[in-house]
Structure formats: C-alpha cells, structure tokens
C-alpha cells in the first residue's frame, strides 16, 4: 500500500501544484520581473534595471509609511497578545458564562475589515465630536484609532489560541509548583508560560503579519489621512500602483520589499520562538 502511494503522489498533487503554480509562482516571479521594468501593462514592459528601487527608498512617503506600520506593528502586537493572554488565564479557571464570553470576545473577528473599518470610524468619531475633534484631525488619534479596530478584532481570536495552550498544561505539573511553594507569578513563568510557547509562537506569527499588511482598516478609517500621516505600507504600494501615473513599476518595487521584510521578520520571529518551545 505504501509503495502505491508513493509510486501515485505526483500525479495526485499534481492538480494542487498546477493551481498553486498559476495562482501563486508565476504570478509573484511576474511581479518581481515588472518591479524592474516601466509597464502600464504586463506587455509593454521596459526594463529599467534598479531606478524603481532607487525611486523606492527616495520616496518620503513610502519611508513615512513605514515608519508609521512599524510603530503600528509594535503597538499591536504587543497590546494584543497581552490582553489576549490575560483574558485567556482568566476564562481557564472556571468563570461563570466562559463559554459565553469565548464567543462573545471571538465575534468581532468574523466582520471583514472595511466594514469594522467604517463601524469604528462612526464611534470614535462621536467620541471625539464633543471635543471638537475627529480621527482626521491628528496623525495620532488615526493611529490610535487603527490600534484600537485591530485590537477589538483580533483579541478574541488570540484568546481562542491562547486557550487551547493553557488547557494542555498539564494540572500535575502546577500543583507540584504549589507544593513546592512557587507563588502565582512564577508558576506562570516557569511553568505555564514555556509550556504555552507554541500557541506564543502562533500568535505572534498571525498578529505581526496581520498587523504588518493591515490594509483594509486603513483605507475605511482613515484612508490614510491627514496629509498622509496614517498611510500604512499596504495602503502606500496601493496609492502608488493606482494613484501615479507612470509609477506602476515603482509600486511593484514597493511590494516585492514589502514581501522580502515581512517574510525575514516572520521568519525570524518563527525561529526565535521555536526554540524557546518545550514539550509538556
């Protein structure tokens, strides 16, 4: 049987490698062969060699966009994940309506994002209209704006995960702590926080690429505004690609080092986290 699995697996993943080769390969190899070209159209390329990456890094908008994306990725990730973690410790020991709460803190992360966008652009509005102010008024009340949406979306799911993680901790290992006389504190940092590492490791992963190419919330709470102070990298390479003429190969230099510097941190952190990671 296991040799007639092996002598039919390429002809069975064969479809899946099709589809994959003309939804993804060839599509991103286009794109990183455009990025050196000038093109309005994928056949009227002129190849121009490195000029679009040079116009990249003396573009004040794209440096301002990534800047401002960094900042926004820092804040994110860090107030989501622990927020999520302590709401997660929280409904793992035996609260009334758990079940209820699970559900009700997961919700928000079934609406699509122009819509959460636009929902949160009306609330935070009529928060601030008392004091004469709206999100377009400041580059920070539109970055805290972007925090806030991202963390009411995203906290419920990471708490999902972090569940899971704290339910797999072993009981036995926590109540030898206790005997042990290890306090509260360091039973969750020697025990529970290295065995929660894995659902860490995911978490971390999901919250700094989502955050990283967060795009949609962008364009519906603030479309990046006032005068460009809340254009985040995704956003930048859209306006870009469809907002400069002639810029089509500059925009597409823009996403192929958007792809390079998302994948390297996301690598990074994967490998960092793994390691720390230990077996209950």
Known sequence: MQKSYKKYFALFTLPTLIGF??????????????SFTEFTTVTNATWTGLENYIKVFRDRDFLNALWFTVKFTVVSVI???????????????GVRGTNLYRTVFFMPNLIGGI?????????LNGILYPFDATLMMSPTYGFWGLIISMNWQMIGYMMVIY???????PKDLIEAAKIDGAS???ILRNVTMPLVMPSITICLFLTLSNSFKLFDQNLA??????????TML?????????GRAGWEGVGQAKAVIFFIMVALIVLAQLLITRRKEVES
């Open 21 to 34: 080769s003309i939804s993804f390969v060839i599509p991103f190899l286009l794109g990183v062969y455009l």
């Open 79 to 93: 107030s989501i994940n622990v927020i999520a973690f302590i709401f997660a410790l929280l409904l793992t020991r």
């Open 115 to 123: 819509v959460l966008g636009y929902i949160w652009q009306l609330i």
């Open 163 to 169: 569940i899971a993680g704290l339910q797999n901790v």
């Open 184 to 186: 509260k504190f360091g």
């Open 221 to 230: 709470l603030t479309a990046g505004g006032p005068s460009k102070g809340t």
């Open 234 to 242: 995704a956003l930048d390479i859209y306006d870009t690609f469809y």
